[in-house]
């Protein structure tokens, strides 16, 4: 059994693949796509995968090997991990890449990022703008 383990976007995603008589399950065959990925990308790491979430593994084994390694996540793979986790698509990533919170939550007056970030530079018009 080959094992290793990636920090993905929110979380750290552990990966290995067991063998088994059975077809896999959508978590495993979740694990086994990343696990490609990884390989594709020439990412190395150790753990084992949290087969039990196959909806945010499945986001990382279809995201950009640059998206994959980025903290907080962006781009399609933040919209996936939204769609995954029920915030939406147009979700925003806390700086520290620890939450995800939907868009409605950003300057709201409620910090729903541990570190504040959705509620950083709220009001702030553009400077070079009529105002």
């Given at each position: 059994m080959r094992i290793w383990a990636v920090t993905v976007g929110l979380a750290l995603v552990w990966g290995g693949c067991g063998s088994s008589d059975s077809a896999p399950s959508e978590g495993d065959k979740?694990?086994?796509?990343?696990?490609?990925k990884l390989a594709q990308c020439n990412i190395q790491a150790q753990g084992v995968c949290n087969s039990s979430q196959p909806c945010t593994v499945k986001c990382a084994a279809e995201a950009d090997c640059n998206q994959i390694l980025e903290s907080p996540p962006t781009g399609s793979h933040?919209?996936?991990?939204?769609?995954c986790t029920g915030v939406g698509a147009d979700a925003f990533a806390c700086k520290d890449g620890?939450?995800?919170?939907?868009?409605?939550?950003?300057?709201?007056?409620?910090?729903?990022?541990?570190?504040?970030?959705?509620?950083?530079?709220c009001g702030v018009k553009d400077a070079g703008g009529p105002g």
């Open positions: 979740a694990c086994q796509d990343f696990e490609a933040l919209a996936c991990l939204g769609e620890k939450k995800i919170v939907a868009r409605a939550g950003v300057c709201n007056g409620d910090f729903n990022c541990l570190d504040g970030s959705d509620e950083e530079n």
